[in-house]
């Protein structure tokens, strides 16, 4: 068989289910296996036809020679060799030969078919000849008889092949019955032992999968001890740790977020504490300068800690306590941050009317503001300013029922391979030994308000453009 041919083959199978396939094949191996046994059948079935016939020949021949001479009649001759289907016997034993013919011998023959000494392979060769190549004359029988030294006679195949063929015809119907009852109890036996196993083997899987921390949807093993029993087992182990992992893994994750938040903020309120602390020097009292160092030594080492036990997780943050607020105050604090970076000597300025009130949670915004502020100090600390002397401008304005809040900087900018991600966890940090969580929590908390935090980079500065939406009123809402 080709390659095309088998290639075709297996589309045609791949379109049928397991026991569909299953069906097929039995089938197929069942008339297969009977086609290897037709050849030797119908050779045996005309073996036995031709010795039928040459028994009867003999009985016709020994009647012939029981009887009288001249006592048979010609009508006589001619039913004994009907009877037996041939055109002339001749036996021969005892030192005589008889000789049974009705009208003239057939001078010539197609074959002889000489029974005392068949090969099978010649019997199954003759046997295909009569079936797909039969001769119109008629052939010689020879085989061995009762009492005598063989038997012979003259036959035409015609008959022969009419029994053949209606052998043949019985042999199959019979081959198709035994293939179906063969075929069906094939089909409903590994339709029960295979095919249904499987089917709930591949129905738990694609259960399972659909939500894998569930343990009520972990695969219950049956008593069974083959393979399949094996596979569940298996399965189940699989399952169930899988499931434990995963359900770890999630408690895992939201702790290790919500510690990674707690710390991020602590560290910037230690950073406020730290600037604080640095108007201690200018106290002149003693005690004051003898505690000062180590408690500055002591917000330095909190800060780092914080630094270093930020991990990845997601935790929630809860709904914001919105209410109508000056948003003033919240930018003018913002001008502390810059003594992050005292050496670099950034330039703060905020132009904020005093009457530009913002529907907002005070500590969420604070903490937005803080975390982008922050960002462009760190950043500009790090890189300084191609513009020359680094500044941060804030300025806010009501658009509507918005109110929008931009801070640029004249920074370095943001890094091309930072901006893709710059607002999901641990992947937008462009500062050297940056978290990559300030941006995420800040457009977490804008989304929180129904609000949007974008990035606009042009003219050489970098842009945060922040957009606080009032809430609707009843009446509004309707």
Known sequence: MSREQTTFSGRILSQFGLSARLLLLTVLFVMIAEVLIYVPSVANFRLTWLNDRLAAAQIAAMVLDAAPEETLSEELEMRLLQGVGARAIALKGGGRRSLLAAGDVPPEVSKTVDLRDAQWMTLARDAMEVLFNPADKPIRVIGSGMGVEF???????????????????????????????????????????????????????????????????VIRPTDRVDEIGLAEQALARMETTLADELRQKRRLAQLGLAVSK????????????????????????????RIAPRLVSTLDRAIAFCETTLAYGRATEPLPQRRM????????ELSNLTDLAPEVGITFEAQVSDD????????????????VVRNAVQAMSQAGSPEG???????????????????RDNGPGIPERARANLFAPFQGSA?????????P???????????????????????????IPDRLSPAAAK
């Open 325 to 332: 607020i000056p948003l003033a105050p919240l930018i003018d």
């Open 389 to 407: 002397t680094p500044r941060i401008d804030v300025s806010a304005s009501r658009e509507g029922a918005s109110v929008v809040i931009l801070i």
């Open 356 to 371: 530009l009130m913002v529907d907002a949670d005070p500590d969420q915004l604070s903490r937005v503001l803080v975390n």
């Open 441 to 467: 929590i800040a457009a977490e908390l804008v989304q929180l308000h129904g609000g949007t935090i974008s990035l606009d980079e042009g003219n050489g500065k970098t842009c945060f453009r922040i957009t």
């Open 262 to 289: 707690i710390n991020h903020e602590l560290r910037n309120m230690l950073t406020t504490a730290q600037l604080l602390t640095d108007r201690l020097d200018r106290v002149s009292d003693e005690s004051v300068q």
């Open 431 to 439: 500062q050297k030994g940056g978290t990559g969580l300030g941006l």
């Open 151 to 217: 038997v012979e006679m003259i036959l035409d195949q015609r008959p022969l092949r009419h029994a053949m063929i209606e052998f043949s015809r019985n042999l199959l119907l019979l081959s198709l019955f035994i293939s179906a009852i063969t075929a069906s109890l094939v089909y409903l036996t590994l339709q029960w032992v295979i095919v249904r196993p499987v089917r709930r083997l591949t129905g738990n899987i694609a259960e399972f999968s659909s939500n894998p921390e569930d343990a009520s949807r």
